[in-house]
């Protein structure tokens, strides 16, 4: 099992910056990928970015957030990172970390999640 905590959310103004942090704890060697999403009321889930966990590499984003948000991962600290810049009012949402155990596998271990509000 792996465990995920996420932390880092509050609220903002359009155009501040904020950095989400995710802490993995328990079978953290069987993670391959990490990912985060976020979901605004009334909304389906929507992927935002993610990473491969040993190598740091294989970055993905959405689309909407390409060229803003920046996720990286520090194994030492078994954390991952959302740097989010240039926030939207749109961006306002409950993110979520997520991890998988391969790279066909779906995201099967999630975080409770944390509230970024970004108000106008």
């Known amino acids: 099992q792996v465990q995920l905590v996420e932390s880092g959310g509050g609220l903002v103004q359009a155009g501040d910056s904020l950095r989400l942090s995710c802490a993995a704890s328990?079978?953290?060697?069987?993670?391959?990928?990490m990912g985060w999403f976020r979901q605004a009321p009334g909304k389906e889930r929507e992927f935002v970015a993610s990473i491969n966990w040993w190598t740091g590499g294989g970055t993905a984003y959405g689309d909407s957030v390409k060229g803003r948000f920046t996720i990286s991962r520090d194994n030492a600290k078994n954390t991952v990172y959302l740097q989010m810049n240039s926030l939207k009012p749109e961006d306002t949402a409950v993110y979520y970390c997520a991890a998988r155990v391969g790279p066909r596998a779906d995201y099967a271990y999630w975080g409770q999640g944390t509230q970024v509000t970004v108000s106008s």
């Open positions: 328990g079978r953290t060697f069987s993670i391959y990928a």
